[in-house]
């Protein structure tokens, strides 16, 4: 039987890869931010939340405020069924000693 299989990264072009093999966008959360800060990072998948509630951003505001936010990016690699997966979260960075 498959194990499921996450990864956790900072690497811009890994997290894009993947975001975008999975047919997704980057979005923050409409309503939240203020001057100099862009607000709730999100990535949107096909039938996820939607322009409602998310607003595309480019890929390097994105990045931009995710590095500022010192955060990283949890993804799964597949379920354990062995289906793809699109599931992602976005976490603080450990710090480094």
């Known amino acids: 039987m498959p194990r499921t299989e996450s990864r956790i990264t900072t690497d811009h072009e890994e ?3 993947w975001v975008e093999d999975h047919r997704g966008t980057p979005v923050k ?4 931010g203020s001057k100099g800060d862009v607000g709730i990072l999100r990535i949107d998948f096909p039938g996820g939340a939607g ?4 607003q595309k951003i480019p890929w390097d505001q994105w990045f931009e ?3 500022n ?3 990283a990016f949890l993804y799964q690699q597949h379920k354990a069924s062995g ?5 992602f979260k976005l976490i603080h960075r450990k710090e480094e000693r």
């Open 15 to 17: 997290i894009k890869h």
């Open 29 to 32: 959360v409409r309503g939240t």
């Open 51 to 54: 322009e409602d509630n998310l």
């Open 65 to 67: 405020e995710f590095d």
């Open 69 to 71: 936010k010192h955060l």
């Open 83 to 87: 289906e793809d997966s699109t599931f």
